[in-house]
């Protein structure tokens, strides 16, 4: 029985300023010369960081209500369609929502310009009730007048995520990036062995409840993410090969800053939002100090056909062979881009590292574990739609 | 004498179609074309990105001849602009830059552009997520 350490002892620690943290990057290299009870020994708290493109991302804003009020039946901000199913005057916007006739500003740019303290044009329209009798109304709210801004994304953080090529003999446009004709490209999108959900596979430390670097400030892990899946196959360092868990998180957005939150638009494919999600892994013992050691040569994904439907599995390369700038698919050498930002991921890390050992970030323990052994579900369509 | 490399965005009146230009830079400048782009419409305008290759004597004077005829010509990194500032660094733009032109530093992991290197496909204008790319080529 090795060391075993506590969060609250962790958490003491940093109080009194003596914690050790270091990136998921330093303590990887760290292992190359120690073993992982040594590293339990002397290691409190590991940093772990990405910045990449999370289309399940939105936020739930108040306006505040007009005198006379309205229940807003329809919204528009900025022209971008919000939810409208809320309450008189709360919204949800979803970072991909756009107007069809201007689809390069959307939900997310939205998003970006209210953390930015730019005035939105906000239009809503409601049938008017005895209590709400107001139809319409057309005005200009920022961070400073709205009630709350909350960031709720409902998916993120993906553990692991394929790499894309195209083996059609046309471009593809995805949100993978642009895909050149006959796999004259690949791209891959995880931080790799900084990736937070690859330095805890098993899930031993994330959990609900943990807290967490979102966009600039602190928020939380709220649940585990939609299409949380555990029963993808992993390789022998104990690593998912593709996509599998997610977290869903949540933090106050107008604490946040668009350094770590920014908007983008993908060439005939749509809106969506960068996120910037750094989480701390305690180091409790050993085996969770094995966990975080993991390099890129451990970290295996699938390659994946992006432009023939299914997106079918073409082979299996490490995130040390992505880095190097090429691979080999099938016998065919293929030149990589990243299209998530790793140094973005490095600064969120330092940060974070830098904020727990000035005492301003303190770790918690999830007050609940996420599920295990679940699976993915995929939509059966109903002939007709009806119950027979 | 001291060869040079340079690449040149041109212009071309609309009445200049039927004078055989590159001819002329070959033979009477002694000068090496590649022709990385082109662009060229019968009664309009065209514009060609070249990359010149010949003594500084001979690009000087070559260069001063397409004047002399109404073709302008201007270096081409004046032509590519590149919102660094704003720039996230996610790898987006060097999945489509087969020139090599937009690489990632494989240490820091930045974006870095070697503007010698650009071809103006512009694939990396509709790639970049967040539009920092803008080529003034056609004008």
């Not at chain 1, 003491?12 to 990887?28: C, M, P, Q």
């Not at chain 1, 590293?39 to 739930?60: L, P, W």
């Not at chain 1, 993410?225 to 107008?254: D, R």
């Not at chain 2, 514009?47 to 000087?60: A, D, I």
Request: proline share 6%; glycine share 8%.
């Amino acid at each position: 029985m090795g060391i075993q350490k506590t969060y609250e002892e962790i958490n003491e620690k940093i109080r009194r300023g003596e914690a050790v943290v270091l990136t998921a990057e330093e303590v990887s290299q760290m292992a190359l010369t120690a073993s992982p009870e040594e590293i339990a020994e002397r290691v409190d708290v590991v940093t772990t960081a990405t910045f990449g493109a999370m289309c399940s991302s939105g936020a739930i804003v108040n306006f505040g209500h007009a005198n006379p009020p309205i229940r807003m039946e329809k919204i528009r901000l900025n022209g971008v369609p919000a939810y409208e199913g809320l309450a008189a005057v709360d919204t949800y916007i979803g970072a991909t929502a756009c107007d069809p006739e201007n689809p390069k500003y959307g939900g997310a740019h939205v998003i970006q310009d209210l953390v930015d303290g730019k005035n939105i044009e906000l239009e809503a329209w409601g049938k008017g009730t005895d209590c709400y009798p107001r139809k319409h109304i057309k005005t200009i709210i920022n961070k400073e007048t709205v009630n709350e801004m909350i960031l709720f994304n409902p998916r993120n953080a993906y553990q692991n995520y394929p790499v894309a090529v195209n083996s059609t003999s046309q471009m593809k446009y995805t949100y993978m990036g642009n895909l050149l004709p006959n796999m004259r490209n690949a791209t891959y999108s995880t931080s790799g062995e900084l990736s937070p959900l690859l330095n805890d596979p098993e899930m031993k430390t994330i959990g609900i409840g943990t807290r967490i670097f979102l966009g600039g400030t602190q928020g939380f892990v709220v649940w585990p993410g939609t299409q949380f899946n555990t029963s993808k196959p992993k390789n022998e360092f104990g690593v998912p090969v593709g996509n599998s868990a997610t977290l869903a998180v949540m933090g106050n957005l107008k604490e946040m800053s668009s350094e770590f939150l920014q908007a983008a638009y993908y060439e005939k494919y749509g809106v969506s939002l960068f996120v910037g999600i750094g989480i701390p892994i305690p180091v409790l013992n050993a085996d969770i100090a094995k966990c975080v050691s993991i390099r890129n040569e451990q970290i295996e994904t699938t390659v994946c056909d992006y432009g023939v439907e299914g997106s079918p599995a073409l082979g299996r390369v490490t995130y040390a062979e992505l880095r190097s700038g090429e691979i080999e698919v099938q016998g065919k050498k293929i030149r990589t881009a990243p299209v998530s930002s790793l140094s973005k991921a490095r600064k969120i890390a330092e940060i974070l590292k830098q904020s727990i050992l000035d005492g301003e970030f303190e770790i918690s323990k999830p007050v609940q574990m996420f599920p295990k052994n679940t699976s993915l579900k995929s939509l059966k369509e109903i002939k007709g739609g009806e119950q027979s | 004498m001291k060869m040079q490399k340079k690449r040149y965005v041109l212009k071309f009146p609309p009445q200049s179609g039927d004078q055989p230009f590159s001819y002329h830079l070959v033979k009477d400048f002694d000068i090496r074309i590649n022709i990385l782009r082109a662009e060229v419409w019968p009664g309009k305008t065209g514009s060609l990105v070249l990359e010149l290759e010949g003594t500084t004597t001979n690009l000087k004077n070559g260069i001063a001849y397409l004047q002399e005829n109404q073709v302008s010509c201007e270096p081409l990194n004046k032509k590519i602009t590149w919102d660094h500032v704003r720039c996230i660094s996610c790898g987006n733009c060097t999945a489509v830059c087969f020139a090599g032109a937009l690489q990632m530093d494989p240490v820091k992991w930045e974006l870095q552009f070697d503007p010698e290197k650009c071809i103006v496909c512009e694939l990396c204008v509709p790639a970049c997520p967040l539009n920092l790319f803008k080529i003034d080529f056609r004008e």
